[in-house]
């Protein structure tokens, strides 16, 4: 079989095509390489028209990574795939969906506990960089909290996935952002892969 | 905000949604059962078209997976998405893209780390389940291996993900699976989050 081994030029000839076939015309130049990446972990050159973001995401994410910031993860896929090696300051990677709080909090707020997790986030979101790659009921929560007055994160990637509540907290999130920077890819795509590609971005520039 | 908290009815909306509007007539029932799930990770209805498969697969990957064979993965992501609970003999999930003796693999064999990694599964890969999840030198390495005469997994999740080799691993695997009962689904569409869905459906049959 006749085909390429050299990682190297793999992801050279992968980011050639994706910036060859998708319409990245749109959007600044630091968001494209985000959506580069989207692109690159789910094999779609189509998501630039459903791309919706805030002009300051960029910065506002790596800034808070070379600070030194936690990203807080709905999912452990999520938190498993972020390359440590491309976070600027050795950020904690943190996923409370299995705290033993989680189930208990579910029951009392009549919610998912993917929903349930975000409770456990209150006292480590001021500038933290949230990402929601899984549930849409976790971003609902999260907008729900920052309605009452939670401290804001700083900058909210919001790629929950499917068929129930996906597309409707996305567009949620980019009707009204609460103030935060946001990505989000409007519609019923989205999820784990899609996330981690974008964290991983956000936290290094490199392709 | 309104939406639905309950995790039970929305996964109940959710797959009632993709089984209303994807077309699953030219899939057996268990088959469907796992496309439905991969669905359902990537919010698109249209996947059954490029979905390939053997027509054992379901039963051979659930049966090996009741007699205690270990998920060969390539990709972390797709080793820490497995629902444990699922898994009916507590299988091992085994992802070596880490192990120390990859690296060097790699370099000795001309090929990517995720390849290489291949080389470590000799031993185990008999009667197990294969994931490849992400890189397509996984799966065009472990092709070459089964040509060379390595034993045969229980079956192959062959969903790699991407625009160099993605979909000519895939096609290569639909064409001649080397007598391994396989899943795939033909062109750059893929990855992690799929593949996970597709081994928690093979794991458990219970939507």
Redesign the interface.
């Known amino acids: ?1 006749d ?5 190297a030029e ?1 992801y050279r ?2 980011f050639a ?2 910036r060859a076939e998708s319409d990245l015309s749109g959007l600044p130049e630091d968001v494209a390489g985000v959506v580069v990446r989207m692109i ?5 050159t189509d998501l630039p028209a459903d791309i919706r973001f805030d002009a300051t995401v960029v910065d506002a994410a790596r800034g808070a990574l070379q600070r030194g910031a936690p990203i807080l993860c709905d999912a ?2 999520v ?3 972020v390359t440590r090696s491309r976070l600027p300051a050795d950020n904690q990677v943190i996923c409370l969906l299995d705290d033993p709080a989680t189930p208990r909090l ?1 029951t009392e ?7 349930a997790a975000v409770e456990l986030w209150r006292d480590r979101i001021e500038g933290a960089v949230v990402a929601v790659g899984n549930a ?2 976790t971003l ?1 929560h999260l ?2 909290r920052l309605d009452e007055g939670w401290p804001k994160p700083a900058a909210i990637v919001g790629l929950p ?6 597309a ?2 996305k567009d ?1 999130l980019a009707r009204n952002p609460r103030g935060a920077p946001f990505i989000t890819l409007l ?7 899609m996330t ?1 590609a974008a964290l991983n971005a956000l936290a290094d520039p490199r392709e």
């Open positions: 079989m085909y390429i081994r050299d990682g793999i000839r992968s095509t994706i690159h972990a789910c094999g779609m452990k896929m938190a498993s795939g579910a707020l009549g919610t998912t506990r993917s929903a849409p009921t609902f907008l729900g996935v499917g068929f129930i509540g996906a409707e907290s949620e519609g019923r795509r989205g999820g784990s892969a981690v």
